[in-house]
């Protein structure tokens, strides 16, 4: 019995693992009280748990994005404390190598992921004038296989110990031989169920978008935003499968000894890397994409002008998902592939500069000559182009395979990436639940704390990552967990670590904005605060759960369909209120979602027979699901007639 218990246990635990320990017991002993004492098990599970509504669905991958961005913060700022200054003892070998292994697959997969899913789910329905999702059970089910892959790999520091071969999970340092604990175990099998996942939702918007646009809304009528929903939808459909298999070959050969990614016996381990990357580029993209899509909203919308050369801005996405699918291998310009491929690769790598260069001129032009209102949404997007160029720039400077070998697997490389991700996509996401957060929740954020939050942030972004791109230059590796004196990086070292603590301090802003303007912000906003332009704002706040009463008919609009009615008294709502069909909620999902977890906990160490009855639980699932009889439910007229009633009629369009 004590061998059984003893697998459980962190092979290299500290009094920091312990802390946490206590403060993820505690706290969820704390949780379950509250929810108890409060008797809110049952409104949970019916109205959260179960829902197959896409606006709560949305704002689950937000709770998940932001708790994970704690989670990820926490690893960054210990990371830079680390190597605040020469050979430190915060953090020993192991436990660096278990933080930056976290740290990049929390942040990728865990929290940006969420971050632009949330948009998919909140925002897409309503752009394109639908009442929900083309498959709201399927989207409940991508929700919750998410999140039991994000559990499963955030329990692994507590239970079993955590991965420690980095994010990418190199073999053969991933194999048995060199990672000899769970850890790597938990990393494979956590995202294939989150994968999972995410795969279902990208089949679930491509099948949205094609197929439940308001009548008269052409693919070139789309907003941007939902534009970069279908690219980004459509690479996640062609890249995560391959992420998938290289997961289970990896599964594979832990669990069974086979030899995909050995050394010897045939194996190739060049193969993961190739097979990783292959997913690895274009999932930037996924995550970049939606990004430029929520500036295109919010540059538009404050700059008071329609997006300039939308067209263009359409196939220069079209253009880089094509692209991203191309330039994999400049990950690995010095692992011996020859000058031949090296040179195709540099030049496509340097190539998917120029569609995106497209862009920056775009939003240039937007604002050109517009009556630009300084909002805190629009300051993240003023922000994020000289950041986000000066990171495009350096990547130009990587893709020269000759150059790369000064640069790869150093700081520079570290420099470049966060420069680009975080200005790209955090800047995006938060400006843009700045601006959707009054149709989320019927108020809005307060500005004078918003601007300084973005202030803030910006300058602990400069000081963390620039002295970066110099310690790299100057031969700083990344992954090592300490350096000599002699080395003469310490001084630039302690300015990155001020600086990630400045941008801890903005995220700290960033929730007391929250709470300062949940207890003081006003609530008779109306529907349009902002003077909008897209069809999500042309709905009540709060949003109906049918979203509209009347489809919307975009037959004499732009692709700023609302904007179009405000200000050319074109008319979206035609016809009369009928009886709407609507979903109804399942609780099935979410149990399947379990059996999931525990088979895959179960598989992480080996426990056979609790992972058949894993299997078991999933294939029962699915048996049922495949003999139900389900066909929803109808909100009827005069329901709907004395909901519509009910809003405060001041803002939308009717």
């Known amino acids: 019995m004590s061998e059984f ?17 206590a403060s993820i017991v505690l706290g969820s002993i704390a949780l379950v009280a509250v929810v108890t004492y409060f008797k809110l098990w049952g409104y949970l599970w019916r109205e959260w748990i179960t829902t197959v509504d896409h606006k709560k669905i949305g704002i689950m991958y937000l709770i998940v994005a932001l708790v994970m961005l704690f989670r990820g913060g926490v690893d960054a700022v210990m990371m830079r404390l680390q190597l ?23 942040m990728i997969l865990f929290m940006a992921m969420p971050f632009i899913t949330f948009f998919f ?17 399927l989207n409940n089910l991508a929700f919750w296989l998410f999140f039991m892959g994000m559990g499963l790999f955030n329990i692994s520091f507590i239970i079993g110990g955590s991965p420690d071969s980095g994010w990418t999970s190199y073999f053969p340092l991933a194999g048995n031989e060199f990672s000899t604990s769970v850890g790597t175990n938990y990393y494979m099998l956590s995202l294939q169920i989150a994968g999972l996942g995410t795969l279902l939702t990208g089949i679930n918007f491509i099948t949205t978008i094609f197929k439940m646009r308001a009548p008269g809304m052409t693919l070139f009528k789309m907003p941007m935003f939902t534009w970069s929903a279908l690219i980004s939808n459509l690479i996640i459909v062609f890249a995560f499968p391959v992420l998938t298999v290289a997961l289970a070959m990896g599964t594979m050969d832990r669990l069974f000894d086979t030899k995909f990614f050995t050394i010897g016996d045939g194996g190739m381990d060049m193969l993961w890397a190739n097979l990783f990357w292959v997913w690895g580029h274009p999932e930037v993209y996924i995550l970049i994409l939606p990004a430029f899509g929520i500036f295109s909203e919010v540059i538009s919308t404050f700059s008071r002008r329609n997006l300039y050369g939308y067209n263009s801005m359409v196939w220069s996405m079209i253009v880089i998902s094509v692209f991203s699918f191309a330039v994999w291998t400049h990950h690995f310009f010095t692992m011996g592939q020859g000058a031949f491929t090296n040179s195709i690769f540099s030049i496509t790598t340097m190539a998917i500069a120029i569609p995106t260069g497209v862009k920056i001129f775009n939003w240039l032009f937007t604002m050109y000559k517009g009556k630009i209102e300084m909002t805190t949404p629009m300051l993240y997007a003023m922000h994020f182009i000289p950041l986000f160029t000066l990171g495009g720039v350096t990547g130009v400077m990587l893709a020269m395979s000759a150059a790369d070998y000064q640069y790869h697997n150093t700081m520079f490389l570290v420099a470049h990436f966060h420069n680009v991700i975080i200005p790209g996509v955090v800047y995006a996401m938060l400006a843009g ?12 954020l307060n500005e004078r704390i918003g601007k300084a939050t973005v202030w803030v942030m910006s300058t602990g972004f400069v000081l963390a990552f620039i002295p970066m791109y110099i310690t790299g230059l100057d031969g700083q590796a990344r992954r090592m967990y300490t350096y000599s004196e002699s080395t003469g990086f310490s001084m630039l070292n302690m300015v990155s670590f001020v ?27 109306g529907s349009d605060p902002w003077d909008a332009r897209g069809l999500e704002w042309a ?22 369909a609302f904007w179009d009615s405000k200000k050319n008294g074109t008319k979206l709502f035609k016809g009369e209120i009928k009886d709407i069909h609507m979903p109804n909620n399942s609780g099935q999902t979410f149990i399947l979602s379990v059996f999931f977890f525990i088979a895959g906990f179960a598989l992480v160490f080996s426990m056979w027979y609790l992972a058949i009855f894993g299997l078991i639980g999933i294939l029962a699932c699915m048996g049922y699901r495949s003999m139900e009889d389900d066909h929803g439910y109808h909100i009827h007229k005069h329901e709907v007639e004395e909901t519509e009633k009910s809003y405060d009629k001041k803002g939308g369009a009717k």
């Open 121 to 137: 789910n909140y925002l897409v329905p309503l752009q394109i004038g639908a009442r929900d999702v083309a498959f709201p059970r």
């Open 433 to 444: 639940l700045t601006f959707y957060w009054p149709k989320m929740f019927g108020f809005m």
């Open 539 to 560: 709905t009540h706040t709060p949003i109906p759960h049918y979203n509209f009463a009347i489809t919307p008919d975009v037959t004499d609009s732009t692709s700023e």
């Open 5 to 21: 218990f003893a697998q459980f246990a962190v092979p290299h635990p500290s009094t920091l693992i312990y802390i946490a320990m």
């Open 499 to 525: 600086g990630a603590g400045i941008m801890s301090v903005s995220f700290l802003m960033l929730v007391w904005n929250i709470w300062y303007s949940f207890k003081n912000s006003p609530r008779d906003i």
């Open 84 to 106: 605040a200054v020469p050979e430190n003892s915060f953090l020993d070998a192991q436990h660096y190598n278990e933080v930056f292994t976290t740290h990049g697959v929390v």
